[in-house]
């Protein structure tokens, strides 16, 4: 199992174009591959800007971002892909067929690798009772796959890339608790080595990360395991009980 993609972030500071006010302020933190790294805190508090700067959507205006000791700034854009896997928070498809949405990373991946990937994403079964299956047509605003639906293509489509990192952005929360501990047991082994970094609402998604940080209004004002965190952070105390 390789074990790669070590998150750095050094003091970032980052405000969207023409904000007065940073949205993020002096955030600090590191990831380890083989681990899981989860990030709560409140509406607004700056949980999917954060992933937008390791994803590099966007780059910070001061600190520095490194995946394995390189600053993402010197990834190519191609390159990036290989590196970070992104579940965005409003997954969207592109226009075409689930089969060529889920190879979008890795374009010679094998019809069996996307059935993996879509059983792990809980996603085989919709997708086996669509009459053409991986070649379904879908479109970015297409009625013919739901929400829940287009989640779980996301996931797998970030799965069958095999980045070096995952960024699950609060993929988990609309999912039934059992279908969420499901699949959660499935990515365990399928993200194994890698980094992975949860956004999440629910606290039963997160106890067990190896790594919690709390953030509230744009920095990381809490670190630790569940277990600490209740001991010694007000704020994540508030969001347990809440
Ligand atoms: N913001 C912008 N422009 C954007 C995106 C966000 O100004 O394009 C602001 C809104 C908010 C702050 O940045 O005040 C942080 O937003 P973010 O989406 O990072 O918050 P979140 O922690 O992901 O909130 P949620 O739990 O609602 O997803
Ligand atoms: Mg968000």
Redesign the pocket.
Known sequence: VPTAGRVELRDVTFG?PG?ERP?LDGVSFVAEPGQTTAII?S???????LLSLVSRQYDPQQGSVAIDGVSVSDLGRHEMASVVGLIP?KPYLFSGTIGSNLRFGRPEATDAELWEALRVAQGADFVREKTHGLDERVSQGGTNVSGGQRQRLCIARALVARPRVYLFD?SFSALDVATDARLREGLGEATAGATVIIVAQRVSTIRSADQILV?DGGAVVGRGTHDELLESNETYREIVES
């Open positions: 969207y904000a949205v805190g509406t607004g508090a700056g949980k999917t800007t928070q609060d953030m």
